[in-house]
């Protein structure tokens, strides 16, 4: 096959190319009858080594298990082949192709021999090269993705460095296209892979391909903001410099920084990246390849997620009612008050509260030191019911039921219960699009208008509906033999499940068909919110998926949890315990003294006015954090603790995988702080400027007089919670993590009330409920310090249905004032027809006073909304 002039210079272009690709790829499947029908594990010789593959691998992929690496520009694993840059050529020399080929659009086949090196596949790829740069600018120096560059190896490696057309080179405009990506379009070697994972791995359709041929552009129809929120994958894939990172443009080459493997910690999926700190600044993070996990991408609010830990702002120094003290003296401190409370006032006169983005470390620590001194169990959760919800996620994934992330992207049906998954953890949304992508269905049951980058069918239900149309589709799909096989309880509660007669006839159809599918599919997966939904969907969930099982499906459970360590949180949190109860022990004189680890309830207690209220009455406030929140103001005591970054520490994700998290730097403080925006100074002495903070679990044993001699020593877990008796040493955990032996408890199948039909007349009142939502952007505690991601933040606003704002006389985009008890709150107001009527939706929003709506189901007059104006 010959390249050719397309009449444009030479035949760089890619819609050529990609014609070229599919012509030989076609010629191929003629000459080849055995393509489809091949050997089960096909054995070829690639450079005079023998190796045996799966059938369906490309040879690409064949010499990549070789440790051959074939050129390849268009080619991505995620994205599988598209024949479009040329550069993978090799030389067939024996079996059913012969002669140059693409490596990548041809599967491995039984006797074949392939040369990478042959002089013919050589000089192919080294023309292809030289095309490719005839139109690239020389400005590898100031580019961000020089030293890691693909074109740039390629160029290298083949020799190439001269250019020998003596034309003009085809320039483009740039646009902008937001604050995380830079887009430089003359770099451009139109391999496609941008518009590709844009358009077909991630569902989006604001950036694609224009024009043709040698004019080939890839950006958006006009400047823009990306919408895609995983649109700073574009960095990472593109093997040129096209896009490149914005927030860390110019900072830094890749041999400049200190790069570390750890995981996410902004949502509950666990995700793994590459944080990279320069000049003790954290400045970039990346997606790190996980089989088990995320694949070879991340969302864009936990790779710009990360700034909080090199704000200017951040608290870095202990303090004593304001006055600045060393960190030993602080703690020390602390100890002392803190006992002489406990002789004055009785052990119960403490109180201790964590939160979900702590490490297990901290977690555990914390509750070691309530035992230990005989105070009350720690509470991990401002909102006692999303704890009761956890703790019965945490308990109810049983082993066979857990299912990964990447596991989602293989199942052929998945029904969502009261989840959001765009903006509670979006990666989960990128995994159903692949699913999807295979013929999977998705059928999303939640009240709120729902808007996922795939084919769904989205039932809005009420909350108080959930149950009863998720016990309805089970016993569609599975039938009594099924359920009886699982026991007594188990036929009871399948007996017990409504028939379809109380269905809206306007959904009956739609049930049908969607039972239908449910019935017919081998690998379902039931994705579960804990967030909204009422308490006895998480066990509803777990139910039937284990009746799904029964009927033969390789069925799965995927919960998804408010919080990074919200399995490790649910494991040992008292399901009696709240914070509303240290609240009103406050209030009432009996607690004294409150420590707060890493946790904020200003932010995310519902009642701010009471917590205000009671914490005036506190003789001591001890608050040990990482961010400058408005506990961190208010503290008599603060002590400064380490980022994930900063110390090693154990997260567990929604699944269960217990999780390394390692230092990436010593920490404190960046320099470009510490020299007052110019050259550090030149003293020389002893230590990091400001680097004081401590993991928070260390000054904790200080506080519990417990002894770590090791720095790795996590067998002291296993004294809180005998099932970490098992977890192997730090240095053992393997990198996609060590599954936590199972805490789930058998006893609990099929003990919820799933059975009463709901009463439609409850809505039918003057009344509004008020459900508090989470946002991609802006409502997650540690991404809201990121200033770059303020710009994709949508305007606060709380959105009813269409019906509801027509009885008010209210229209999208009216300023309304709603009024509760705790105040008025003024915000924007969004209508919608793909929602549940009857509630009004608020976003707990960095932005929005949204604490004035109070605890708990709140049901608000629709009376009490009105027009501003």
């Not at 400049?256 to 600044?281: A, K, M, W």
């Not at 308990?395 to 199942?411: D, F, N």
Request: proline share 5%.
């Amino acid at each position: 096959m010959e390249l050719f002039d397309c009449g444009f210079g030479i035949a760089d272009c890619g819609i050529i190319n990609l014609m070229i690709a599919e012509f030989s790829f076609f010629q191929s499947e003629i000459r080849n009858p055995k393509l489809v029908n091949g050997p089960t594990m096909p054995k070829l010789v690639i450079d005079d080594r023998e190796i045996e593959v799966a059938s369906g691998t490309k040879v690409i992929e064949a010499a990549e298990q070789l440790g051959i690496m074939i050129p390849r520009f268009c080619y991505h694993p995620a994205l599988g082949s598209v024949g479009a840059c040329r550069v993978c050529a090799v030389k067939f020399l024996q079996g059913p192709f012969k002669g140059v080929q693409m490596s990548c659009m041809i599967e491995a086949q039984d006797g074949m021999v392939v040369s990478t090196t042959d002089e013919e596949a050589v000089d192919f790829r080294k023309h292809v090269i030289e095309w490719l740069m005839l139109n690239h600018p020389h400005d590898c120096p100031v580019c961000d993705e020089g030293g890691h560059c693909l074109l740039q190896d390629m160029t290298i490696s083949g020799g190439h460095g001269t250019r020998r057309f003596a034309g003009n080179k085809r320039t483009y405009t740039d646009q902008y296209l937001g604050p995380l990506v830079q887009h430089e379009m003359n770099r451009c070697i139109h391999c496609y892979r941008c518009s590709r994972y844009y358009q077909e791995y991630t569902g989006y359709l604001d950036l694609g391909v224009m024009r043709s041929a040698n004019r080939t552009y890839f950006g958006r129809f006009k400047d823009g903001i990306l919408e895609s929120p995983f649109s700073g994958n574009l960095s990472d894939i593109c093997p040129t410099g096209v896009y490149t990172d914005k927030p860390s443009r110019f900072f830094g080459r890749r041999w400049d920084y200190q790069r570390c493997p750890t995981v996410c910690i902004n949502c509950s999926l666990g995700c793994h990246t590459v944080i990279s700190f320069r000049y003790r600044e954290a400045r970039r993070q990346e997606a790190r390849f996980s089989e088990a996990i995320n694949g070879y991408f991340i969302c864009d609010r936990g790779r710009y997620g990360h700034f909080y830990t090199s704000l200017e702002s951040r608290p870095r120094s202990a303090l004593i009612n304001g006055r600045q003290v060393a960190i030993d003296e602080a703690v020390q401190a602390v100890h002392k008050k803190l006992t002489q409370i406990r002789q004055d006032a009785g052990s119960l006169a403490v109180a201790a509260v964590g939160s979900s983005r702590s490490s297990l470390e901290t977690l555990f620590m914390l509750k070691h030191l309530c035992r230990v001194n005989d105070w009350g169990d720690p509470v991990f959760f401002m909102n006692q019911g999303i704890t009761a919800k956890v703790q019965t996620a945490v308990t109810r994934l049983e082993p066979e039921l857990a299912v990964s992330l990447r596991e989602v992207e293989k199942a052929d049906f998945i029904l969502v219960l009261g989840a959001d998954p765009i903006n509670e953890a979006p990666m989960l949304v990128l995994a159903m699009r692949q699913a999807q992508r295979k013929g999977a269905a998705i059928v999303v049951l939640d009240p709120r208008p729902v808007s996922l980058p795939l084919e769904f069918i989205h039932l809005p239900a009420a909350l108080d509906e959930l149950s009863v149309l998720t016990a309805n589709l089970m016993k569609g799909a599975v039938d009594r033999t099924a359920a009886a096989s699982l026991g007594e309880r188990a036929a009871e509660s399948y007996d017990a499940a409504p028939d379809g007669d109380w269905v809206d006839e306007t959904w009956r159809e739609l049930i049908s068909g969607v039972t239908h599918d449910l019935q017919n599919s081998l690998q379902p997966v039931i994705v579960c919110g804990t967030d909204i939904v009422p308490h006895q969907i998480p066990g509803l969930a777990a139910d039937v998926a284990l009746l799904l099982r029964a009927a033969q499906k390789r069925a799965g459970l995927f919960y998804l949890l408010p919080g990074a360590n919200a399995f490790g949180s649910g494991l040992i949190s008292d399901r009696e315990g709240s914070f509303l109860q240290i609240i009103e022990g406050i209030e009432n004189g009996d607690i004294k003294a409150l420590i707060l680890a890493e946790c904020d309830p200003w932010r995310e207690f519902e009642d701010r006015k009471r917590l205000e209220g009671a914490l005036e009455k506190l003789e001591l406030l001890i608050v040990m954090d990482y961010l400058n929140s408005e506990a961190v103001q208010k503290a008599h005591i603060f002590l400064p603790t380490a980022t994930l970054y900063e110390a090693d520490g154990l997260f567990i994700n929604q699944e269960g995988l217990v999780q390394i998290a390692a230092q990436a730097y010593e920490g404190g403080q960046p320099i470009v702080q510490s020299a007052g925006g110019d050259h550090p100074a030149r003293i020389y002495g002893a230590g990091i400027p400001e680097a004081e903070a401590r993991p928070a679990w260390r000054m904790l044993a200080q506080l519990a007089d417990k002894n770590i001699e090791h720095t790795n020593d996590r067998a002291w877990l296993a004294d809180v919670l005998p099932e970490f008796a098992s977890l192997p040493s730090m240095e053992d955990i393997p990198d996609d993590g060590v599954r936590l032996q199972s805490a789930a408890n058998a006893d609990l199948r099929f003990k919820g009330d799933y059975a009463s039909p709901f009463d439609k007349t409850k809505l039918q009142d003057d009344h509004l409920e008020v459900i508090l939502v989470d946002w991609t952007f802006g409502t997650e505690e540690l991404s809201a310090y990121s200033s770059c991601l303020w710009e994709l933040e949508p305007e606060p606003c709380a959105t009813m249905h269409t019906s509801d704002a027509e009885s008010l006389d209210l229209s999208d985009g009216n300023r309304v004032v709603i009024e509760t008890e705790n105040g008025s709150l003024e915000v924007n107001l969004r209508v919608a027809e793909n929602m549940a009527s009857g509630i009004l939706l608020v976003p707990r929003h960095r932005r929005l006073d949204w604490q004035v709506m109070g605890a708990g189901r709140v049901r608000i007059s629709k009376n009490s909304i009105r027009k501003v104006g």
